[in-house]
Every structure is written in structure tokens, then in C-alpha cells.
């Protein structure tokens, strides 16, 4: 019975959307904490001085690259959530390439292909001759790249794009990293960005303008379609309140769809419609 308020009306996950998307511009809790839980994935990257990053990088890395690490029992459930992470980290957290020498060959993000693991596959370490663990530095000489004769697709696109790359030398400074979100570089983590890239979206709405409340100046005919009322609302006139124009019509249409769900699902008619009204 839509009467009894026992269900929510419209799910959480809609109001979470953007308003142009047809939500309530909500934050998502859940999303919201996973920007805030990247932020610790970038801080181990980013060569940052502080006791939790030199913790952390000596109880749970070891020397070893994050993301080549596995879940297991003994670790915390808070360094766990670190690691389920990884795969969105994955879409910022770029290496920018100098020396080779810190940023891995298959699992750092260092071409415009991604994760080369990901992108060759399991057997892209025995396909290109390339150790899982070698960093860039090892997949090339002072004269060029130790890669074979490319033997597929993929190997070829990566040697196309290795062209058109200088060589890491040790005389250049050392490897880095960025965290790039949305094509725009930055050199810190940015929980403002990042939310913005990551927040549940949907296509904008074209009666989003609709809903903000407005002008209220009844029209002389009723109305004949749902253009003739959008139009109605989007009038502006000095004759009356902006607000109210569009409170009554958010009102008319509320008690019309609760009225006519009563009657659909419930065979039965609101009686206190016309109370409320």
C-alpha cells in the first residue's frame, strides 16, 4: 500500500546521482569511502616521508611491488580493503619514465595500454622474453629494447608505441609517479578530482531545469501534453512567486501518480486525496 511508508520510494542508489542525473546530488558513503581509501594507494607511491608509509613499506611490501602482492591470512582487514582497491588505483596512479629502474615492466602503468600484464595477459612474460618481475630498465639496452619479433597484435602495438619513446638512461633523474585523473596531471592526490571521477553517474536528464522550483502563473486552457506543461514551468513572469509555480505542479503530479498506483495496485482510491489537496 503506497499509503504506508515501510519502503523507500525510490532507491538510495538514484538519489546518489548528480542532480543533472536525475538524483538528489547525495554523496554515496560507499563510494566516497573508496576515494578516501585510494588516497593511502597513492601515498605509497608517491614517495611520500611519513611513519605509515615507511611502515607499511617494511611489514607488508618488503622491497616488492603493491601490486604484484597477494591477500593473506595474517594480514590486517584495514591493509585488505588497501588491496581489493587496486584495480581502481590502477586507472590514476601513472609512472612517469626516466632511469627504468623503479618502475616495473608489467604491473606499474607506464604506456597508454595500461597494465601490460593485464593488456598481453598471463603469458605475455614468456611471449616477449621479459621476466615477470624485470623493471623497464631490464627490457632494454643502451641500443634498444630486448623484445623479439612482435607475434601478435598486441606485441606489436607496444613496440609501435616504444618507438615513439626515448630510451631509459641511468643519467636521467629517477622514476615517479602521478596520479592523472581525467587527462589532467597532478602531483598530489586530490579527493575532490578523484570523487568526481569515480561517483555513480548517469546521462543527463532534459527536465532537469524542471525541477528546480520556479514561477507560478496558471495557464487560461488546461494542459494537452507533457511539452505544454514543461513550458508552462519554464515561463518566467513577474505576475507570481517563482516557488510556487513549480510546487504545485511537483504536488499535482505527486498526488496524481499516488492516485492512480492506489487504484492500479490496490483497487482502491486515496481518501484523504482531496484533504490533501
Known sequence: NLDKF??????????????????????????????????FVWLLFSGRKSLWVTWHSH????????????????????????????HLALRFCKGVLNS??????WYDVWTPLGQLLQYFGPTGP?????????SVADACSLTGWRLPSPQSQEALTLQIHLTTIPLPSLTL?????????????????????????LRPREEEKHWVDCLALGNLNPPVQLFRD?????????????????????LA??????????????????????????NDL
Open 6 to 39: 515501510r519502503n523507500a520510494k525510490i532507491a538510495w542508489s538514484t538519489c546518489c546521482l548528480p542532480k543533472t542525473g536525475g538524483g538528489l546530488g547525495l554523496r554515496s558513503f560507499a563510494a566516497w569511502n573508496k576515494v578516501l581509501l585510494l588516497r
Open 59 to 86: 611489514y607488508h611490501l618488503h622491497g616488492k611491488n603493491l601490486w604484484a602482492l597477494s591477500e593473506t591470512n595474517h594480514q590486517s582487514w584495514a591493509w585488505k580493503q588497501i588491496l581489493k582497491l587496486r
Open 100 to 105: 627504468g629502474l623503479k618502475i616495473s615492466f
Open 126 to 134: 614468456i611471449a616477449l622474453r621479459i621476466p615477470l618481475l624485470a
Open 173 to 197: 633523474n629517477d622514476d615517479f609517479y602521478e596520479w592523472r585523473v581525467e587527462d589532467s596531471t597532478v602531483t598530489t592526490f586530490s579527493s575532490a578530482t578523484t570523487w568526481q571521477a
Open 226 to 246: 507533457w511539452n505544454e506543461l514543461l513550458s508552462w514551468i519554464r515561463i518566467s513572469s513577474n505576475l507570481s512567486s517563482s516557488i510556487l509555480r513549480r
Open 249 to 274: 505542479t511537483h504536488a499535482t503530479i505527486f498526488h496524481l501518480w499516488k492516485q492512480r498506483n492506489n487504484a492500479y495496485h490496490n483497487s482502491c482510491c486515496s481518501c484523504d486525496l482531496e
